[in-house]
């Protein structure tokens, strides 16, 4: 079935700046959706962003302004550039992948720790 493998987590201070990569096991070129969503401690499970395959972006009210997510379809990849992180985006962090094709059908990584503490 189809894998994604998350890095690039990590320990970084208020203020900093953490880069994640997700990278799939099948191609990402057709019309999939990639995203990340975040898990905090004692907290659900929450939408961060989303990149369609035509480039069109959507943001948790969160980190909008603060993270960019793009994607790779050529290295089946999608990153997300986050910024100015705060104590608050501290939670592990999934890689998600959304087709409809031939049915809908969504698939999770196993998540990258962000830990965001001066």
């Known amino acids: 079935q189809v894998e994604l493998v998350e890095s690039g987590g990590g320990l970084v201070r208020p203020g900093g700046s953490l880069r994640l990569s997700c990278a799939a096991s099948?191609?990402?070129?057709?019309?999939?959706?990639m995203g990340w969503y975040r898990r905090a401690p004692g907290k659900e499970r929450e939408l961060v962003a989303t990149?369609?395959?035509?480039?069109?972006?959507n943001y948790g009210d969160s980190v909008r302004g603060r993270f960019t997510i793009s994607r790779d379809n050529a290295k089946n990849t999608v990153e997300m550039q986050m910024n100015s992180l705060k104590p608050e985006d501290t939670a592990v962090y999934y890689c998600?992948?959304?087709?409809?094709?031939?049915?809908?059908?969504?698939?999770w990584g196993q998540g990258t720790q962000v830990t965001v503490a001066s």
């Open positions: 998600h992948l959304r087709r409809r094709i031939p049915h809908l059908a969504d698939f």
């Open positions: 990149v369609t395959s035509g480039g069109i972006r």
């Open positions: 099948v191609s990402i070129s057709g019309t999939a959706v």
